[in-house]
């Protein structure tokens, strides 16, 4: 028996992991990036409306963050403020703040964790935004 050749373009297999994911068949994308970044900010923004934290996977770890504050950055990316508060990082040191840029999580949700924002510790006047569009 000869194997026949596939389609150009990549496996079958990751087509139609490709396919299930769009549908909201598996958690994350089956290439590790997030292709919807405006479904990632409104995931954000109601996290935020909601006082719970989000889920999602970010340079290869699982992370759970309480969103602080959802923004363009100076080089125009949209990106979240929070406060790693589970999963892991690359720096190791939890709990602590970080700034995600939206475009490259994937598998984000929103949780049922409840999320004691805003920290005391936050500041909404930070200039890591030069447009906040969704904030404590």
Known sequence: M???????GGSGAKRAATRAWRRGHTPSPPTGRAIFPETNRA??????????????????YDRIVEV???????SGQTALSGYQVGG?????????W???????????????????APRADYR?????????????
Do not use: W
């Open 43 to 60: 995931i954000a923004v109601e996290a935020i409306e909601r006082h719970l934290c989000v889920q999602f996977t970010y340079a290869g």
């Open 88 to 96: 892991k990082s690359q720096s190791g040191q939890l709990p602590g």
């Open 98 to 116: 970080r700034l995600f840029l939206l475009g490259k999580c994937a598998g984000m949700k929103v949780s049922g964790y409840k999320a004691l």
């Open 124 to 136: 909404r006047d930070s200039a890591l935004f030069r447009t906040i569009i969704a904030a404590y």
């Open 68 to 74: 602080h504050a959802v923004g363009i950055n100076a």
């Open 2 to 8: 000869t194997k026949r050749p596939g389609r150009p």
